[in-house]
Structure formats: C-alpha cells, structure tokens
C-alpha cells in the first residue's frame, strides 16, 4: 500500500473539500488528481518543478485550480486562503533547500491555511544520512552510503542538501504550532534501483561544476562502484529494506491561544512517544509489513536540489 492510500484511509468519508499540496511533485500531483477535490492549489519553490508537475497535470486541471511557485518564506503567499485538506508530502526535508533554518516555522505556517474543521497530512523521510554506515545491517549500510556521498556532491558544487526530520521532532512542531494529532504511523521502506540510480545521476551531474577535476574523478570512480554495489545487493535481496517514511494526520486546535494544545487518546503523541521508546516495535496501525516495506522508487524528487535555490527565493516569480 502507498503512502497516498494510507492517507486516502485516514481520511475516510470525509470530503476532500479544497486541497493544498504544499510541497507539490509529480507524484503528489498524480494523486491529488485521482481525488474528488472540489478545487486545490499546488506550490512549488521551484519553477522546474512547476514545470515537470505542470506536465502531469497536462489538461486535467480545472478553473479553480492552481500551481503557484512561491516560497512559505513569504508571508503574501496565499494569505487568507484556507484549505480543508493541507497535504505536506516530503515537503519538511526539502524546507533547507529553499528557507534554511525555518523548518520550526512551517507548521505554523500551514496552521493559517488549514479551516477549522481541516486535515494536515504531513509525510516525511527519517533522517537516514547522519547513521554510521559501520554501525548499520548491509542495506542500511549501503543505503546511508549512497545519501552521505550525494551530498558530499552537492556540498562540492556548492548546493545546499536536504534535511530531514524524526518523526518525534516533527510531532513536537505540529502540536506547538496548533494541531491536534490524530494518527501517526512509520512505513518501512525498500529501496530499488530507481532511488540508487536517482541519487548517483544527480551525483554525477553536479561534480561537473566542483572546480577540483582530480577530486571529482576520485568521486566519479566511488559513485560507480557503490552504484554497482547497490545494484548487485538489490538484485540478491529484491531491495535494500532500511528506514522508514512516516505518514502524520493532524487537526487544528481549538483551544485558546497560548494554551497548550495536547494530542490525546491511544493514537495521541504522549502514545506514541512511548511506543517509540521501545527499540524494533512499530506504531499502532502501521500497516506496512515490517518486513517488506514500501518500495521506494521515486528519487526523482531530489534531483531539483539545483543550483542554491535560496537566492532565487528572493526573487521568486
Ligand atoms: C521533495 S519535493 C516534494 C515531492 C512531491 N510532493 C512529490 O510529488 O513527490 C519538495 C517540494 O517542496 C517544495 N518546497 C520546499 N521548500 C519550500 C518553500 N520554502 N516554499 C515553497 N515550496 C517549498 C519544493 O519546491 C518541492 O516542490
């Protein structure tokens, strides 16, 4: 099961009203269209992602509908306007790319676009760079390996990578920016070659502009090793099944401003945090086969890390 059907299941009947997409891709995109929606609107921060999503859209968008580049940096974009279904689907890891350093902001950010009786949908990416790839199974290994070495290149070309977040510090930001959270599950996930390959090309890509040739080769020569490393393990064991995404259902708070705002019941974060706590269990109700997981195959997301996105940012069009 997707990680878009999960979230198709968390919200049950209810309408799908207006959709924000606020970290809009191709894949995103894809799904928002298979919905209901009685309108939505899409932003990107960046006008070659408009432009891949806008083909997937192709003819289907209706009057109503929208794809804005902007960045959440600025406080006109889409003031006023409220949604009663905001979808955040790995837009939390790419915030340092486009808003550095802002990523306690965000949520509070989208609090003003939800309506009262809204969704946030937020999925997200646990941090799987920083681990110690000697500390780590085969996969885990391999997998941590192939992140750490892609943003060796970006940081070479003079990029700025993604970030990502735990699932514990992400609950943390929702409830202090005025949400209630509903549900929160992790998803195992199995890399294929479609990630590998996604994250090397781009590799190979940016170190033409690292100005050292002898030190880009060096890299060149590491990336098709580790590329033919991965290929053979995932040829042996169907995939490389390390990490987890994470899928986050939330509503707004209704208490008074400045009061706490705290998630409760089974499914609440207090619940959570403790299941967390205990080392190789997973989340109520994750439906994912721990020991399958979700095929990953997209990587194509990472590849609109470009040039700094930041300084284009400011002058966003
Ligand atoms: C990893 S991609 C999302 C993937 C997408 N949902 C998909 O279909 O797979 C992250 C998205 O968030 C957007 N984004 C990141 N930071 C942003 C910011 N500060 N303002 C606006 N958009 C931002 C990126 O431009 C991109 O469209």
Same mark, same amino acid.
């Given at each position: 099961m997707s990680l878009y059907h999960r979230i198709a299941e968390l919200q049950g009947d209810r309408p799908w009203g207006a959709m924000l997409d606020a970290g809009t891709g191709r894949n995103s995109m894809r799904w928002l269209l298979s919905l209901p929606t009685e309108r939505w609107t899409a932003v990107t921060g960046s006008a070659s992602m408009a432009r891949r999503t806008d083909t997937e859209i192709g003819t289907r968008s209706r009057q109503a509908d929208r794809l804005v580049v902007g960045n959440w940096l600025d406080p006109a974009l889409l003031l006023g306007e409220r949604y009663d279904t905001v979808l955040a689907d790995y837009l939390l890891g790419a915030i340092e790319g486009f808003a550095p350093y802002w990523q306690d902001q965000l949520f509070a950010r989208l609090r003003e676009l939800v309506a009262a009786d809204g969704r946030l949908y937020v999925v997200g990416l646990a941090p799987? /760079? +920083?681990?110690? +790839? @000697?500390?780590? @199974?085969a996969a885990g290994s391999l997998v941590t390996r192939i992140g750490r070495l892609r943003d060796a290149c970006l940081l070479l070309a003079g990029d700025r990578p993604y970030r990502e977040f735990p699932l514990d510090w992400t609950l943390r930001q929702i409830e202090r920016a005025g949400f209630r959270v509903l549900h929160a599950e992790q998803v195992p996930i199995r890399f294929g070659t479609r990630f590998v390959d996604g994250q090397l090309d781009m590799c190979i890509r940016v170190? $033409? &502009? /690292?100005?050292d040739r002898q030190l880009a080769a060096a890299l060149h020569t590491h990336v098709d090793t580790l590329r033919m490393e991965a290929h053979l393990r995932i040829a042996e @064991?169907? =995939?490389?099944r390390t990490g987890h995404d994470y899928v986050i259902a939330a509503e707004p708070c209704?208490?008074?401003? !400045?009061s706490a705002c705290v998630s409760t019941g089974v499914e609440g974060t207090e619940a959570i945090r403790n299941f967390l706590m205990l080392p190789e269990r997973r989340l109520p109700d994750a439906k994912a086969d721990a020991s399958d !997981?979700?095929? &990953?195959?997209?990587? =194509?997301?990472? =590849? $609109?890390?470009? &040039?700094?996105p930041v300084p284009a940012a400011a002058g966003m069009p």
């Open positions: 799987y /760079v +920083p681990q110690l +790839p @000697d500390t780590l @199974d170190l $033409e &502009r /690292v100005a @064991d169907g =995939g490389l209704l208490t008074s401003a !400045g !997981g979700q095929l &990953r195959q997209h990587g =194509g997301w990472f =590849g $609109e890390a470009g &040039r700094s």
